[in-house]
Every structure is written in C-alpha cells, then in structure tokens.
C-alpha cells in the first residue's frame, strides 16, 4: 500500500521513515520544503503540495496527518478532505483533543471519508522504531484496510482498535494526564535525594531502580541517560512546559466528577515552574506580616 503522509516533524518524518522501511512506499509533504527535501534524500517521495500528495496515491487512499494539534490540524483536515473521494481514509495521528476529534468524525464521515483519531505513544524513538497506538473509529475498515500498517509501525502488540471516534484520542489524553503524574513523582524522588544529606549519584541510583525495582521502566531508563550526558542536570532550568494533554485531562476529571489529585496537581506544578515569583506567596507572606509581624522578604 503506497501511504501519503502530512507532516514531517519529530513524529512524522519518523513514521515516514519506518513507512519507507516496511514498504509502505510514503509520499509526503510538508510546508517546509526543508523537511520535504530531507525525506526525499532518505529515499521517500516528496509531493510540493496536498493536492499533489493526493494525485500520487491510489484509491481507497490513506493519508497519515502528523502535524500540531489544533488549528493546524483543523486546516490540514479541511484542505484535504475536498480533494478525497469516497471510501479514503484520513488518519489524524497528532495529540488532538477528543471532542475535536468527534467532530473531525462527523464531519468526514458526512463526506463519505473514513477518519480514524490515533493515540500516538512511544516518543520519537517510538515513531522511528516502533510505537504505541491508540485507534478510534470504523472496526471493519480498520481491519480491513489499517491493520497491517499498524501492526508494522508499531511494536509488538502496540496497537489497539479503542472503539468509536474520538475514543483514541480520549485514551491517548489520560495516557498523557498519567505521563505527568507518573514524571512528578520521579521529579519529587529525586529531589527528596537532592535535599538529603547524602550524595547520590543519580545516574547510578536511576540504573539500580531501572534493574528489577518496583519502580523500573522507560522513565527511568530516559532519567539515566539524561543523568549520563548532565550528572546533576546543572545545564537546564526547572521550567516544566506542557502542550494541553494534561490540562484536558483535568478538565475531563472535573466534568466527570472524577478524583484525580496526583495529575491535577502535577500540573499545577508545571504552571508553578514556570514563574520565578507569585502573587500568592505575596498574599501569604503579607498575611502572615499583618497578623503575626512575621518577617517579608523585600524586593532588591
Ligand atoms: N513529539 C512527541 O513526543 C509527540 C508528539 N505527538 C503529536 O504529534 C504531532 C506532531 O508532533 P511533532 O512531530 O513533535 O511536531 P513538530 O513540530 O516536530 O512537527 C510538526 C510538523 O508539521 C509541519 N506542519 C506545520 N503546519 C503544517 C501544514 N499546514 N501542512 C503541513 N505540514 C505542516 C511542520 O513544518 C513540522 O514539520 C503533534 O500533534 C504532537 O502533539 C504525539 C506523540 C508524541
Ligand atoms: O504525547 C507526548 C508523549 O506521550 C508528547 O511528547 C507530548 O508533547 C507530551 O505532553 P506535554 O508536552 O504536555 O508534556
């Protein structure tokens, strides 16, 4: 099956390149030319657009989106679906929000398009050399035309059909929401050793507890490798950015009425890392001033 492919970032360029490897003969474009060339140098095809991405593949056509939730992939869908015809296959692969996703399923399917919302886990490595996904939409055509694509781009046993659209990308968030609990209370260990009295050496103690502790897997592995190049991580700031997954987590858990304390505040965290001062330990240290003439720090 020749597969066209939208977007060739970190993850798509990736995915292309295992397509290419397990003869699923890519075409790809993306609207850096840059990237486009650099897939043809690794022995793709290039398409200069997403017409003529689409005039390069053969009916029932499937074209793997990989580009910035969001608009970006709210335009890309929208270019692309006119240029379909009934029975393709879009598969939106990026970390779009699920009522998105449920949306992009109507509408496609209103045009007779077949639209899948894809999970994607297993990070860069996980594109390049096997991943995790995560498949909401039609079971029937998923077996019938996408099985063998995600059997090869996945490792094994890494896929699963979730159910209906908007399901994948459901299950993909709360995999994300516990990627930040589960990492805060990595990033909370180790700073229990940093404040101990006691010089630990990182690297060494991520290798033991990755050697058959309870506590052992890819988290751990990665805290080695990034203690092996920076041994007490000097070269880096504490800021904690974030791309939605865990605030649409919360959000989900507030309107399901679901208790979810360890992912809420683990993203509270990250907001709080990314302010060096804050408005409420001013209010608090004022309050204490007022009513106890405890001490304030004042500003130099
Ligand atoms: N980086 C990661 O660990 C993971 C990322 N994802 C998701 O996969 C998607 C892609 O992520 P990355 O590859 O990391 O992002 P990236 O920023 O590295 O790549 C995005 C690519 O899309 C291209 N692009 C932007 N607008 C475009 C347009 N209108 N038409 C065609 N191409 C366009 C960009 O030029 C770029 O090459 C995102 O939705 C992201 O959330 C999912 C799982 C893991
Ligand atoms: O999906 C991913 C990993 O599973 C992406 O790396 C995602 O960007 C991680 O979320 P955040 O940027 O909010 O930390």
């Not at 486009?36 to 005039?55: C, D, N, R, Y």
Request: proline share 3%.
């Amino acid at each position: 099956m020749k597969a066209g492919l939208i977007g060739l970032g970190k993850m798509g360029y990736n995915i292309g390149l295992q397509m290419l490897e397990k003869n699923h003969e890519p075409a790809a474009f993306d609207v850096d030319p840059k990237a486009v060339e650099t897939f043809k140098e690794a022995g793709g095809e290039g398409a200069a657009s997403i017409e003529e991405l689409v005039q390069k593949l053969e009916a029932p056509r499937v074209i793997w989106v990989m580009v910035p939730a969001g608009t970006v992939t709210d335009e890309v869908l929208e270019e692309t679906a006119p240029l379909l015809d009934e029975g393709d296959i879009l598969i939106e692969a990026g970390n779009s929000h699920y009522k998105k996703s449920m949306e992009h399923h109507q509408n496609m399917e209103a045009r007779g398009l077949y639209f899948f919302d894809v999970g994607t886990s297993g990070g860069i490595s996980g594109a390049r050399h096997g991943a995790c996904f995560m498949i909401g939409g039609n079971k029937e055509v998923f077996q019938k035309e996408l099985e063998p694509l995600f059997d090869d781009l996945s490792v094994e046993k890494g896929y699963f059909h979730t159910g209906e659209g908007g399901s994948g990308h459901y299950l993909k968030m709360i995999h994300n929401g516990i990627e930040y609990g589960m990492m805060a209370a990595i990033g909370e260990g180790f700073e229990l050793l940093e404040k101990s009295p006691f010089d630990y050496d990182y690297e060494g103690v991520a290798e033991v507890w990755n050697h058959g502790s309870v506590i052992r897997g890819w988290l751990m592995e990665l805290m080695g490798d990034a203690f092996k190049k920076d041994a007490n991580l000097d070269d880096i700031r504490g800021v904690m950015h974030s791309s939605g997954e865990g605030k649409w987590t919360v959000e989900s858990a507030l309107d399901y009425q679901a208790a979810a304390p360890v992912i809420a505040l683990s993203l509270m965290m990250r907001y709080r890392s990314q302010e060096t001062d804050t408005f409420t330990g001013k209010v608090v240290a004022a309050l204490r001033h007022e009513f106890g003439g405890h001490a304030t720090e004042q500003q130099e």
